[in-house]
């Protein structure tokens, strides 16, 4: 069983950033693709930012110029940059891999913005 672990979330006061860690137990070249969803309270889950192996990345309007997604094939590892962090950021941010047969989420880690 493929397992994801996100990593990095807390508190922080509007303007603040934060890096969120996904650690992969197994290669990230296994996968087409990964990315960053989000769930704020009351709200449905919608996608942040997405990486291929490739480097191809996407970003949600929301966050663009502010956030930055990457990679470290080394460390079987997808990061989150989050800068300029406002509080409509707050949510659990899930990491997400997918293979052209199976879909993988972690089990999330919580990011509370403060004004």
């Known amino acids: 069983q493929v397992q994801l672990v996100e990593s990095g979330g807390g508190l922080v006061q509007a303007g603040g950033s934060l890096r969120l860690s996904c650690a992969a137990s197994a290669s990230i070249f296994s996968f087409n693709s990964m990315a960053w969803y989000r769930q704020p309270p009351g709200k449905q889950r919608d996608f942040v930012a997405g990486i291929t192996s490739g480097s191809s990345t996407n970003y949600a309007d929301s966050v663009k110029g502010r956030f930055t997604i990457s990679r470290d094939n080394a460390k079987n590892t997808v990061y989150l940059q989050m800068n300029s962090l406002k509080p409509e950021d707050t949510a659990v941010y899930y990491c997400?891999?997918?293979?052209?047969?199976?879909?993988?989420w972690g089990r999330g880690t919580q990011v509370t913005v403060s004004s």
């Open positions: 997400y891999a997918h293979t052209y047969t199976t879909d993988y």
